[in-house]
Each structure stands twice: as structure tokens, then as C-alpha cells.
């Protein structure tokens, strides 16, 4: 029979911290070899000192407060353990704005084997915010970023190693697929979709590819550090592609639509009326109507457009077809087929 695999260091350490936050008392150095995943792998007993003692170390160096307990009585044998009250995290205090940046990082890692740690993170984290005003945050940031799709593990491996990437490329003017080859400099999110900046091998320039138009698999290809990636004006080349900046005139309730005001400036109330109920006015730049509508209607009737006009349209749009929604009769099954309307 082959010798059962070796276990990472890093899982190793993972595993030792579990074990110290875990005992009711403390661990001594046996029960830690016999007891831990990976320290079975020592060889000798001496093998396993330098390895429990590099560990240790480590773990210190990462601000984990491994402390020396003495066992008391007729034993020499110390016991080790994590100090708890050391180790935890302060209250979780986030304001609105924090809280929907986390949520939109979040939005990142939802795939099938974190879903639900994450569902339970986020659902505990919008515990520590401010009710309508936490809610806002998440509503503000969150619907502005469509899902990226499967290229965007492949691009984000190749920017972080430096590595020429190869995929089809659907061309938005003309529908054309062709290959494209590129060094791949950044992702970023604009006007509701996700960009990859880079240079254009076959064009010998720096291009703009949003990712739902990259057709089957990115290959990541050639060695590692192939190309240096540039200071580059990643608000500039994306300008180009989400349209031409326009502003809208919001009357915002106070306290409300965060996200929208990291973005804004308070007018002066002369300018513009209705300045009513107390609302803040505010100027917004924005590109996509369609992205900025979608994240105002999120906030109800704690915003209100006040233009310009198409835009106002488009939220009043969406406002109303989701009052539809909500006012639609709905059926269930009774008895022996029988329909409620409720």
C-alpha cells in the first residue's frame, strides 16, 4: 500500500489553530501529534519539535496568540492554547456605504461551495447596520455589477502571474468572432458589465473586451512575467465604451441612497425645485441610463429623479412594473382543484 499523501503546511496550520481555539484547557505537545492532521508526518520526535516549534512561530508572527500553560501539579508537561479573548475580533461596527462595498465584494465569491458561508457572513454583517440605510447600501452597489461570467477566474489568474491569455471575441459592431491574444492588464466593472484591459497582440495596442462577449474558454498561455503591466488610465479607456457622462438631479431623503451620495455633490436648492420635504438635492454623474435606472428604482421613494427626463422615465418604468407585480392576484390550489385568488 503507497503511504497516505503528506498534508499541506498551510492546511497543517489551519488544522493546529482549530485544535488551540477549540480545547476546553490546553494541548500538550503529544495529544498535538497524535491528535492535529499533519504532525503524523514527522518522522522522529525531533522531526516533530522543529516542525511544532516552526509552527509556532509562525503563528505568533500572524499576531495568533499562542499561549504557554503550565499543566500544575507533579507534571513537567506545558500545555499550549490560542487566547481567546486576544484573538477575537472587535464589535463589527459598518457604516451603510462599508456594508455594500462587502456585499459587492461578496458578489465575487457566491460559486457552489461558498454560497452558503458567505449567505451566513452577509446575513450577520447587515445585522450590524442601520436598517433602511444598511439596506440601501447593498441595493446601491450590488445591482450595478452583473455576473462576470467563466472568463473572469482564467483573466484574474493571468493578470496576477503576468500571462498572455488567448480567446474568441465577438466584435460589437459586426458580430464577428475572431481570436485574440492579449496581455492581460486589469478588470474592472463599469455601466453594469465587466471589462478586461490589456494590450491587443494582434493589433499591437491597448484594447477594451467586455466579457460577456469573450465566446467559449480563456487559455491561459506561455510563461509567467511575460509582460510588464503599465500605469494605465483604466476610468479613460472605459469611458469610451459605457457611454458619454451625463448627470441626473435627485432629490434624495436624508440619510438614504448612500452609495448614490459617495458619488454626488449637494446642490445649491436655488437652482432646482422641488427641494421638498426636506429631501437633500443632489448631482450624480452617470453613462448607462439603463445601469443608473436600475439602481435608483432600488431605493423606492426615498429617491426622486428630477432629471433629466429620460431617465426619470426609465425609473418610473421600473417602479411600476414592480407595483404590478405586487398587486397581481396570486392563485394557489384548494381543495379538488379548486383556485384562491388572494
Same mark, same amino acid.
Given at each position: 500500500?503507497?503511504?497516505?499523501?503528506?498534508?499541506?503546511?498551510?492546511?497543517?496550520?489551519?488544522?493546529?489553530?482549530?485544535?488551540?481555539?477549540?480545547?476546553?484547557?490546553?494541548?500538550?505537545?503529544?495529544?498535538?501529534?497524535?491528535?492535529?492532521?499533519?504532525?503524523?508526518?514527522?518522522?522522529?520526535?525531533?522531526?516533530?519539535?522543529?516542525?511544532?516549534?516552526?509552527?509556532?512561530?509562525?503563528?505568533?508572527?500572524?499576531?495568533?496568540?499562542?499561549?504557554?500553560?503550565?499543566?500544575?501539579?507533579?507534571?513537567?508537561?506545558?500545555?499550549?492554547?490560542?487566547?481567546?479573548?486576544?484573538?477575537?475580533?472587535?464589535?463589527?461596527?459598518?457604516?451603510?456605504?462599508?456594508?455594500?462595498?462587502?456585499?459587492?465584494?461578496?458578489?465575487?465569491?457566491?460559486?457552489?461551495?461558498?454560497?452558503?458561508?458567505?449567505?451566513?457572513?452577509?446575513?450577520?454583517?447587515?445585522? *450590524?447596520? /442601520?436598517?433602511? %440605510?444598511? !439596506?440601501?447600501? &447593498?441595493?446601491?452597489?450590488?445591482?450595478?455589477? #452583473?455576473?462576470? =461570467?467563466?472568463?473572469?477566474?482564467?483573466?484574474?489568474?493571468?493578470?496576477?502571474?503576468?500571462?498572455?491569455?488567448?480567446?474568441?471575441?465577438?466584435?460589437?459592431?459586426?458580430?464577428?468572432?475572431?481570436?485574440?491574444?492579449?496581455?492581460?492588464?486589469?478588470?474592472?466593472?463599469?455601466?453594469?458589465?465587466?471589462?478586461?484591459?490589456?494590450?491587443?497582440?494582434?493589433?499591437?495596442?491597448?484594447?477594451?473586451?467586455?466579457?460577456?462577449?469573450?465566446?467559449?474558454?480563456?487559455?491561459?498561455?506561455?510563461?509567467?512575467?511575460?509582460?510588464?503591466?503599465?500605469?494605465?488610465?483604466?476610468?479613460?479607456?472605459?469611458?469610451?465604451?459605457?457611454?458619454?457622462?451625463?448627470?441626473?438631479?435627485?432629490?434624495?431623503?436624508?440619510?438614504? *441612497?448612500? /452609495?448614490?451620495? %459617495?458619488? !454626488?455633490?449637494? &446642490?445649491?436648492?436655488?437652482?432646482?425645485?422641488? #427641494?421638498?420635504? =426636506?429631501?437633500?438635492?443632489?448631482?450624480?454623474?452617470?453613462?448607462?441610463?439603463?445601469?443608473?435606472?436600475?439602481?435608483?428604482?432600488?431605493?423606492?421613494?426615498?429617491?426622486?429623479?428630477?432629471?433629466?427626463?429620460?431617465?426619470?422615465?426609465?425609473?418610473?418604468?421600473?417602479?411600476?412594473?414592480?407595483?404590478?407585480?405586487?398587486?397581481?392576484?396570486?392563485?394557489?390550489?384548494?381543495?379538488?382543484?379548486?383556485?384562491?385568488?388572494?
Amino acid at each position: 500500500m503507497p503511504p497516505p499523501p503528506s498534508v499541506p503546511p498551510a492546511e497543517r496550520l489551519l488544522n493546529l489553530v482549530i485544535a488551540l481555539v477549540n480545547t476546553s484547557a490546553a494541548m500538550t505537545k503529544q495529544q498535538v501529534r497524535t491528535g492535529v492532521a499533519g504532525y503524523a508526518d514527522a518522522p522522529s520526535t525531533e522531526a516533530f519539535e522543529r516542525m511544532f516549534e516552526r509552527d509556532k512561530d509562525t503563528l505568533r508572527s500572524l499576531g495568533i496568540p499562542i499561549v504557554t500553560v503550565d499543566a500544575g501539579g507533579h507534571s513537567d508537561e506545558v500545555g499550549y492554547r490560542i487566547d481567546n479573548d486576544a484573538y477575537a475580533l472587535p464589535p463589527v461596527d459598518l457604516t451603510p456605504a462599508e456594508l455594500g462595498v462587502v456585499a459587492l465584494a461578496a458578489q465575487l465569491w457566491s460559486d457552489k461551495t461558498l454560497r452558503t458561508d458567505i449567505s451566513r457572513a452577509m446575513t450577520k454583517l447587515r445585522a *450590524a447596520g /442601520a436598517g433602511e %440605510a444598511a !439596506a440601501d447600501a &447593498v441595493a446601491g452597489i450590488t445591482p450595478r455589477v #452583473r455576473a462576470a =461570467g467563466d472568463a473572469y477566474g482564467p483573466l484574474l489568474e493571468a493578470i496576477s502571474a503576468r500571462r498572455v491569455v488567448a480567446f474568441r471575441y465577438r466584435a460589437a459592431n459586426t458580430g464577428q468572432e475572431m481570436a485574440r491574444h492579449v496581455e492581460p492588464w486589469r478588470i474592472a466593472a463599469r455601466g453594469g458589465g465587466w471589462y478586461l484591459v490589456g494590450f491587443d497582440r494582434d493589433r499591437q495596442a491597448p484594447r477594451v473586451f467586455r466579457l460577456s462577449r469573450i465566446t467559449g474558454r480563456v487559455r491561459v498561455t506561455g510563461h509567467g512575467g511575460a509582460f510588464e503591466i503599465p500605469d494605465v488610465d483604466v476610468d479613460a479607456m472605459l469611458g469610451e465604451r459605457v457611454g458619454v457622462e451625463r448627470t441626473a438631479v435627485l432629490a434624495v431623503v436624508p440619510e438614504r *441612497a448612500q /452609495a448614490v451620495r %459617495a458619488r !454626488a455633490k449637494v &446642490v445649491d436648492t436655488s437652482a432646482h425645485d422641488p #427641494r421638498r420635504d =426636506g429631501r437633500d438635492v443632489l448631482e450624480v454623474p452617470f453613462r448607462s441610463r439603463s445601469a443608473f435606472a436600475d439602481e435608483l428604482a432600488a431605493y423606492a421613494d426615498a429617491v426622486v429623479v428630477v432629471g433629466p427626463e429620460d431617465l426619470r422615465r426609465e425609473v418610473l418604468h421600473r417602479l411600476r412594473a414592480a407595483a404590478a407585480l405586487a398587486t397581481e392576484p396570486v392563485e394557489t390550489p384548494g381543495a379538488a382543484g379548486e383556485v384562491h385568488r388572494g
